[in-house]
């Protein structure tokens, strides 16, 4: 769905927006975040509004190095950043939306703009990627991957020379790198298309909007190019990558490069038989491979499951076997690598979440025990405790478990959010209501539209 300007939305949303505009203006962070949000439940694809929010959002944040602020990295691993990359497949809108309350309370969340990216490029939301990817490549400014996505990007909004210009700026710093030099040529050469126009490729005259003049009919084919130049390109880099394997064969990073290109193109039988290879090399003894191959093979479930014929009678039942094939796959492969990477800590905390999602709460919480000595996952770990004691009855060792996690948060943001409401959701079901809204105040205070924090502290004061 291609992104909207002011022009295209109905004039009480208008109205919205300049408030929103308004109160930016006047420093007023929240309730400039709340008419933009107003705005985008109707528009998500309305870019003035996105880009307005999240001014908003980096004013409320108080700045502290603009957008290009680093990002604590326990921030990336929050349940809630974990609640919308778990949304991504099935729905990309919601995960946005998920992504955006993170970045309410914590402009530079890097795991809520990677959110974002993934979520606006299914969406075909080129500009709002951009937004995100300018964040995520100044907070990590060496990743060639995200440079090379950076530039692309900007390229996909109509602008492959800004996106050239980006590159070439990195190409700079790693003036040797084979990989960020081929980049720097696909993208000029995109630009030099751009520059040339269609019309000459088709050796016509003008250009193709003079030519079709049906405007509707315009936007559809620029879509099916965008598309099909994805694909494209797909399809150039795995030509290339078995070209230079005809030569390279123990090239195990192209190896890998190719099955990833392959997942991508759902020929996931071909991918595995790529990761299989590398697996069985001298380099094969590694986490991340073995992480690749997993979930290569659980995107291959998804995909069998899309491709059920919805007005089959058996439709849920199929889906329902299937889904329940794939959890166990999932189950049985991340107990493998436990036993294989027995001190991979990052492991222990992905088998915890599948036995969570089970309803396996007592393996779950032999598995976050280990996982909280991980710094990286300490407090995610430490929050998925609590929800496991909490389903067990054992409220104490919840209560516990929170308010250690919320010690060990100096920051308010999202995660500390999160922490502080299932600490007094906890403490409701113990029946210490006075002390449960004592912690659904914390938030009221700082993001009323929380959850449903507003509705319990409103019910308490009604109630009085």
Sequence with gaps: MAEKTLNDIPPDLRRIFTKGMEALQRDNFDYAISLFEQILVREPTLFPARKALRAAQQ?????????????????????????????????????????????????NNSGAHRVVVEAAIKMEMSQTAVMSLEVLVKN????????????????????????????????????????????????????TLGEGGYEKIAGGEGS?????????????LEQENRVQKTEDVTERLINEYETRLKTEPDNFKIVRELASLYTQKKQFDRAIALYDKVKASDVGNDPSLDRSIADTKSRQFDHRIETLDPTAPDHAERVAQLN???????????????EKFPTDLGIRFEMGQLYFQAGKIGE?????????????RRIPAMNYLAQCYAKRKMFDFAVESLQEAIKEKPAFDEEKKELIYQLGTVLE????????????????????????????????YAGQ
Aim: net charge positive; charged share 30%; proline share 4%.
């Design 429 to 460: 079901s113990m029946g210490k209501k006075a002390e449960a809204i004592e912690q659904f105040k914390l938030i009221y205070k700082v993001q009323a539209s929380y959850r449903d924090v507003e509705a319990k502290v409103d019910a308490f």
């Design 59 to 107: 004013g409320k944040s108080g700045g502290g190095g603009g957008f290009f602020k680093k990002a604590w990295s326990s921030a990336s691993n929050s349940p809630q950043v974990l609640k919308a990359q778990n949304a991504l497949r099935s729905n990309p809108a919601e995960a946005l939306a998920i992504a955006e309350q993170i970045l309410n309370g914590d402009a």
């Design 364 to 376: 779950a919480i032999k598995e976050f025990q280990r996982a909280r000595d991980n710094p990286n």
């Design 208 to 220: 193709y909007r003079d030519i079709l003049k049906n405007e509707a009919e315009a936007k559809s």
């Design 324 to 338: 329940a094939e794939k959890t166990e796959f999932q189950i049985a492969e991340c107990q493998r690598r436990v």
């Design 140 to 191: 990590n400014p060496r990743d060639k991957e995200l440079a090379i996505q950076f530039a692309n990007t900007v390229a996909d909004t109509g602008d492959p020379k800004a996106g050239e210009r980006v590159l070439l700026e990195f190409a700079r710093q790693m003036p040797n790198d084979p990989e960020v030099a081929q980049a720097v040529k696909n993208i000029s050469a995109r630009r």
